[in-house]
Nanobody, 114 residues
Framework: QVQLVESGGGLVQPGGSLRLSCAAS????????MGWYRQAPGKQRELVAS???????TYADSVKGRFTISRDNAKSTVYLQMNSLKPEDTAVYFC????????WGQGTQVTVSS
């Protein structure tokens, strides 16, 4: 059974930082493209960042220079370090794993507010 479990969300003030984690099980983690997406109320889910099996990273323009995606294949975990957070970063953040099939986690809420 495949599971992707996100953690690390919460309430943070503008300018603050959070580190999201996504622990995977039931897949060969090192062979999966891993991604972080987010969905704000009333908006479509959008790609935030992704990292290939070779470690190549891509970012949405809105988070470049502020967010960093990384992966630890030994721990089957992908991370999203989020710095200089803005209110517009408020959303539910989801991780996904893509190889032949795409799997999604249940999401973790990030709220940026003073």
């Amino acid at each position: 059974q495949v599971q992707l479990v996100e953690s690390g969300g919460g309430l943070v003030q503008p300018g603050g930082s959070l580190r999201l984690s996504c622990a995977a099980s039931g897949i060969i983690f090192s062979r999966n493209l891993m991604g972080w997406y987010r969905q704000a109320p009333g908006k479509q889910r959008e790609l935030v960042a992704s990292i290939t099996i070779a470690g190549t990273r891509t970012y949405a323009d809105s988070v470049k220079g502020r967010f960093t995606i990384s992966r630890d294949n030994a721990k089957s975990t992908v991370y999203l370090q989020m710095n200089s957070l803005k209110p517009e970063d408020t959303a539910v953040y989801f991780c996904n794993a893509v190889r032949i099939t795409t799997y999604w986690g249940q999401g973790t809420q990030v709220t940026v507010s003073s």
